[in-house]
């Protein structure tokens, strides 16, 4: 084999990973993930290792504790993230999406791990989407324990991102939430979203963009704010109010508003014996969701099979436990109210359905 040229031969960072950016965005991040530490954490090693430690001991309190877990991303929102510049919000909805799932079998959040793909190291941008994850987990209870930056130069432009994550939590055997709790009679508790989350961002790309002509700059009376800002909005993050719903009150189930709409995320939580009905007049959904609809001539059905509509997170609870609640939730300052009502099947053929008109 000939002698090469110093200098001239092919190299890693002639291929377009930057090893050094990654090692400065990793020093950048850790000032976030430190705050998310929980208790079970503390002192078992630093970002940078190989695998996230969580001491397990603490699950003794538990009789018999089952791990629940969940992973997910966030979509095409992360398409405005980047248009728009703004990397520290994105983590939110990655959060929420992980951790809302974990928290709907009763699970407390415990810790999670993200991933994050780039075309090339920006080493800030990468901090400020971890920034924002801690940030989400704080808000979720739980740590950020680890995680992977990827660099893919040549599948992805110098600006392109993706994220994802995935989460664990435990629940006592005894107590997990689902259909076999749901009786009739219960009612259906609906807590508000902060807009869109982080679901049919497709469907709302194309209509506003491709179809309307508008802009991410553009201001929206309706919205007090650009469209930007408003399709920017972070997802909430229900997990901490559904932990102490159950601490202060009997929930039999809650259903994670995403993908598929409030019905058939609600009817994957109805036993096939019995049937949820949520009233469309007891709520008037958000500005957003009314400019969708318009601006595409998307009908009503089709928005609410992509949309959530304005409820992020149902609760079933007892008759009984409605009072209650409420007040737990508005302490919170979270908005909810009673939507609706489960009852015998019959011959209906699905678990969940709307009826009625947005309220105006």
Known sequence: MSETTAGTGASYAAAGVDIAAGDRAVELMKEWVRKTRRPEVAGLGGL???????????LKRFDRPLLASATDGVGTKVDLARRLGVYDTIGHDLVAM????????????????????????HPERVAAIVKGIAEGCVLAGCSLVGGETAEH??????????????????VEADRVLGADRVRE???VIAMAS???????????????FDRAGMTLDQRVEEFGRTLGEELLE??????????????????????????GGLAANLARVIPDDLHATVDRSTWTPGAVFD??????????????????????????????????????????????WVAGEITARGDRATGAELTGDYAK
């Open 48 to 58: 940078g290792g190989f695998a996230g430690l969580f001491d397990a001991s603490a």
């Open 185 to 187: 009679g219960d009612a």
């Open 153 to 170: 130069p040549g599948l992805l432009g110098p600006d392109d991102f993706d994220v994802a994550g995935a989460g664990t939590g435990v």
């Open 234 to 259: 972070p997802t909430r993050i229900y997990s901490l109010d559904c932990l102490a719903l159950i601490r202060t009150t009997e929930v039999h189930a809650f259903s994670h508003v995403t993908g």
């Open 291 to 336: 400019l969708v609809g318009t601006a595409g001539e998307v009908e009503r059905l089709e928005l609410e099979k992509t949309l959530n509509m304005g409820v992020g997170m149902i609760a079933v609870v007892p008759g009984d436990s409605v009072d209650v609640a409420l007040t737990t939730l508005a302490d919170r300052g979270l908005d909810a």
């Open 98 to 121: 992980v951790m809302d799932d974990i928290v709907v079998c009763g699970a407390e959040p415990l810790f999670m791990t993200d991933y994050i793909c780039v075309g090339k190291v």
């Open 194 to 208: 902060s807009g869109l989350h982080s679901n049919g961002y497709s469907l709302v790309r194309h209509v506003l």
